[in-house]
């Protein structure tokens, strides 16, 4: 089963920037909810964001007013800009997809390492 692949990890330095992005190959892409998690070393999986069907948008607390998410339903790809980094951001992150006709479906991960 193809899974979804993501890209744009790295090291950066508190307060610098990082676009990551997430390729979501398949016809419901449209339809779904697309979500990034991450997980920090010895902590739990956590959610970041969340794009609806419709573009409406859910952030965590933590990263309010930093980050965004957004979609391209034309490429199946979903986007996390990332802004004002701090060393509390370093995780895997991962691209997460909910499907209304389909399995969810999870990416590999990449690395977000934030310097101080």
């Known amino acids: 089963q193809v899974q979804l692949v993501e890209s744009g990890g790295g090291l950066v330095q508190a307060g610098g920037s990082l676009r990551l992005s997430c390729a979501a190959p398949?016809?419901?892409?449209?339809?779904?909810?697309m979500s990034w998690y991450r997980q920090a070393p010895g902590k739990q999986r956590e959610l970041v964001a969340t794009?609806?069907?419709?573009?409406?948008?859910n952030y965590a607390d933590s990263v309010k007013g930093r980050f965004t998410i957004s979609r391209d339903n034309a490429k199946n790809m979903v986007y996390l800009q990332m802004n004002s980094l701090k060393p509390e951001d370093t995780a895997v992150y991962y691209c997460?997809?909910?499907?209304?006709?389909?399995?969810?479906?999870w990416g590999q991960g990449t690395q977000v390492t934030v310097s101080s």
């Open positions: 398949g016809s419901g892409f449209s339809i779904s909810t």
């Open positions: 794009i609806f069907r419709g573009g409406v948008t």
């Open positions: 997460n997809q909910v499907q209304p006709l389909g399995p969810t479906r």
